[in-house]
């Protein structure tokens, strides 16, 4: 389950998305460092680490078969919010509504996560 809320006053409130357990933690599970590699004249590398930072992260919540209540929160916390608070099964974040989809009928939204708020 991951629940959303805006980070302002909103009259719409929060809303908790069951999904589909399967679907939200295999891609919100996933990380990677700040790591680049740069060839060099001399047939090596020079590879540059900046670490792990949540902020990389993207997290997309799922829902088959959504609610009409549900279409119209995504809509509005996508249209209307600048800055929403996510909570996730590893964690609370705050992180920026990107898009939201429906495919195949169901529906994704994806939020660019700003910080972890619970480290």
Known sequence: MIAICSATYDTYGWRAFAG????NDAGNRSGARRVSRTATLDGGCVITDGGYTDSDRT????ES???????????H???NCPLVWVCAPDGCYLGVPDRF???????KISILIQERLDA
């Open 20 to 23: 589909d357990p399967a679907d």
């Open 101 to 107: 989809a429906v495919s195949n009928g169901a529906l």
């Open 77 to 79: 916390v996508c249209a």
């Open 65 to 75: 078969s959504p609610s009409l209540a549900s279409l119209e929160f995504a809509r």
């Open 59 to 62: 997290l997309t919540v799922s």
